[in-house]
């Protein structure tokens, strides 16, 4: 799935999702050192756990982060599967 991100800095999110776990997470801009570890540390979660986790996280003053952004990709993806 792709997910236009709002309000961050990367542009877009690249994920599958394999028998409820999140695989092949890839953030198009962003931070680039930090997107890689949210990826690399979501790998392989329960779909339900990554959004538990991520959900409401915030950057500085903005109203979301790029973990929140995943996790409403993961809440859409749900929404539509």
Known sequence: MKYNTQG????AIDFDVVDGKVTNVH???GCNGNTQG???LVEGMEIHE???RLKGIKC???GTSCPDQLATAL???LANA
């Open 8 to 11: 961050v800095c990367s542009r």
């Open 27 to 29: 953030f198009a801009g």
């Open 38 to 40: 949210v990826a690399a």
């Open 50 to 52: 990554a959004i538990r």
């Open 60 to 62: 500085g003053m903005k």
């Open 75 to 77: 809440e859409q993806y």
